[in-house]
């Protein structure tokens, strides 16, 4: 395609980028450091929005570094650790854990407090539930070429009017004045649910379905494609720092109404989104935050399902179609919903905990292995995040006190205790090489 970018197609990716981000957690976390920061709410919220959208941001700018080809941005592990990791990823936020979870997420945030159901009761209304959300996924996401379209012209300015309209209300109507002492360390406290969004696994999935899509509208040209990409990246960024503003402000001007219930465990984080929302608008707060939930969940179900089938068409070369892969997808997502929101988190958090370090370490190494041309001190550095991430991940399921001394690292607390020791192996085995006058192409 000749000429000047269309600001529309920026547009367009950057709400649809936008819409694929934000999640359940997105929607659920921000209420929770309001009301936990109080006079100090704002701290938690940009911290919570660097450690969100700033990793997010680094997952987009390795995939670019990488021409957007997944293989590459992985091969400082080498071909096949590459397409393991690559694939144990995608399945994590596909159809084993982060697929599901929107469907059981949208059911417990929209289904349930809308039609008064006792979910202790009976599993049939989730299990009818999962069927028709799958299927609208699956219509919506079968056309790959249609999926950005989708989400980005139709539902994703459906999400911003019900977000506006809620958020504005608390604005104009705050419940109470914004005081009191924080009950959370806020910087830590952003960081850590930032973290624990772990968007950055997503980024890399979806910023190639937006580098695909504007592929197929002509933009072959590498620098007004990677321009678009951008645009859309920034365009994202800001209506996540706008709608995260203003969650986290709901939040905080709650006053003492549930402060007590949130802090001794009694009301979890969906709930005290329903009872803020229910507050503000009344019983329509219900119907308004169940379509919230309905489009959050639903957009980011259709980007991850669209991720998978385009992944697995490409690793296969062809043999396993997008449709096919799509079609397996939602029907297995359907299946999995069922286990329901909590069973879905409390498995997927040991599994992600483990492969999340190493994806981000993948992530600085694709950006910054041609400035320093190291390789395999980078190798080292991901084994070494690598084997940290277990044995953390089995001091926390198992209670190991012989390894007590992973959460006595710097920056445990934050959830980075990997960084440490990844420094480390990296400078360590960056001298070794330069004292042995090892290149990159003599290692490889």
Not at 106 to 125: C, F, N, Q, R
Not at 159 to 187: C, F, N, Q, Y
């Amino acid at each position: 395609m000749n000429g000047k970018l269309k600001m529309s197609d920026s547009l367009v990716g950057g709400f649809a980028l936008f819409a694929m981000f934000f999640g359940a957690g997105n929607l659920i976390f921000p209420p929770d450091i309001g009301i936990k920061g109080g006079a100090m709410w704002a701290l938690g919220y940009i911290f919570y929005f660097i450690a969100d959208v700033g990793l997010a941001v680094l997952g987009v700018f390795a995939v670019l570094k990488s021409q957007g080809n997944l293989d590459k941005l992985g091969s400082s592990m080498g071909k096949i650790p590459a397409i393991i990791m690559n694939t144990a990823v995608l399945l994590c936020i596909g159809p084993f854990l982060a697929i599901p979870r929107t469907a059981a997420a949208a059911y417990e945030l929209g289904a349930v407090p809308i039609m008064g159901i006792d979910t202790s009761v009976s599993k049939w209304p989730l299990a009818v539930f999962s069927v028709i959300f799958f299927v609208i996924v699956l219509i919506l996401s079968i056309r790959q070429s249609k999926v950005i379209d989708i989400v980005g012209k139709i539902l994703t300015p459906l999400l911003l009017v019900t977000l506006v309209v809620l958020i504005i209300t608390g604005l104009i109507h705050p419940m109470a004045s914004i005081s009191g002492e924080p009950t959370e360390p806020m910087v830590k406290y952003g960081l850590y649910n930032g973290y624990q969004t772990m968007d950055a696994f997503a980024s890399i999935f979806f910023v190639n379905i937006i580098i695909t899509t504007f592929k197929n509208k002509g933009y072959t040209e590498e620098k007004k494609l990677y321009g678009l990409t951008v645009n859309a990246t920034i365009i994202a960024g800001i209506l996540l720092f706008l709608v995260y503003g203003g969650l986290s402000y709901l939040g905080a001007s709650t006053g003492s109404n549930w402060a007590s219930d949130v802090l001794n465990g009694t009301m979890n984080q969906a709930a005290l989104l329903i009872n803020i929302t229910e507050a503000l608008l009344g019983k329509t707060g219900i119907i308004v935050l169940g379509l919230i939930a309905a489009f959050a969940c639903l957009t980011t179900a259709i980007g991850l399902t669209s991720a998978t089938g385009r992944y697995f068409e490409e690793l296969s070369g062809g043999k396993l179609s997008y449709g096919l892969v799509t079609v397996i997808t939602c029907i297995f997502s359907a299946g999995a919903c069922n286990l329901g929101l909590s069973q879905i988190i409390s498995i997927a958090a040991p599994i992600l905990t483990i492969l999340y370090p190493v994806m981000i370490m993948l992530m600085i190494t694709a950006i910054l292995r041609d400035l320093i041309p190291v390789l395999w001190a980078f190798r080292v550095a991901i084994l070494v995040t690598f084997i940290v991430s277990i044995i953390s991940t089995l001091r926390d399921m198992f209670g190991f006190e012989q390894l007590d001394w992973i959460h006595k690292l710097p920056l445990d607390s934050y959830g980075f205790n990997w960084t440490a020791p990844a420094l480390v192996a990296f400078v360590l085995s960056a001298i070794v090489l330069v004292i042995t006058k090892s290149t990159d192409k003599k290692m490889a």
